[in-house]
């Protein structure tokens, strides 16, 4: 798992920089899941459907902390979600991306999905901090092989919201984000195709 400079993400022509020219770029991550240059949906798949109680216990417990905090505070009651405190960014969608597929539901976190694309994916979420976007492309590796990289673009909410996202900074970087990474290589070479003949 490696982190790396915004231009990773920035040079690269996603469309979703047409979407969030009002966001902030927090981090840019390149994921342990080499491929080929058809593997992005399975990408996809396994992030939408990750489980955050199959992580370690350190991770399970700042989520559960995290909610707990949320609805004492409520950060995420319905009215401070997309379409209510938010409006969604599918109505920012040009008239191509509207008619692509959206992609998957998520199982286990309330992001909703905007578009997928043969190498870009694009979710959102909302609460009474932030509206946030989660995105994944499908970048050669440079040796003839694919792998993903993640972005996560936001748009803070007032005072709150900064003071909120410099709180979450350093448990991101040092705890959630490489537990996550080294979950989802887990998951990734379990669920490879096995080759055949």
Not at 65 to 72: A, E, Q
Not at 139 to 164: H, Q
């Amino acid at each position: 798992m490696t982190r790396l400079p915004n231009s990773a993400h920035t040079s690269r022509p996603w469309r979703i920089h047409e979407l969030t020219p009002d966001f902030r770029l927090e981090d840019v991550w390149a994921l342990p899941t080499p491929g080929g240059p058809d593997d992005f949906p399975r990408l996809v798949h396994a992030i939408a459907s990750a489980d955050p109680s199959q992580h370690s216990p350190v991770v399970r417990a700042l989520f559960a902390v995290r909610w707990k905090v949320g609805t004492l505070l409520g950060w995420d009651k319905q009215n401070a979600g997309v379409d209510t405190r938010v409006p969604t960014l599918r109505d920012r969608l040009p008239a191509e991306l509207r008619a692509a597929p959206s992609g998957p539901a998520f199982d286990e976190f309330p992001f909703k999905p905007l578009y997928q694309l043969d190498d870009e994916f694009a979710a959102e979420i909302a609460n009474r901090t932030m509206h946030g976007v989660m995105h994944l492309g499908w970048v050669p590796d440079g040796n003839g092989a694919y792998r993903g990289e993640l972005a996560i673009l936001v748009k803070r909410n007032g005072v709150m919201g900064t003071a909120y996202m410099a709180a979450i900074k350093p448990f991101r970087h040092l705890v959630v984000y490489p537990l996550m990474m080294r979950a989802l290589e887990r998951k990734w070479q379990e669920d490879a195709p096995q080759p055949t003949g």
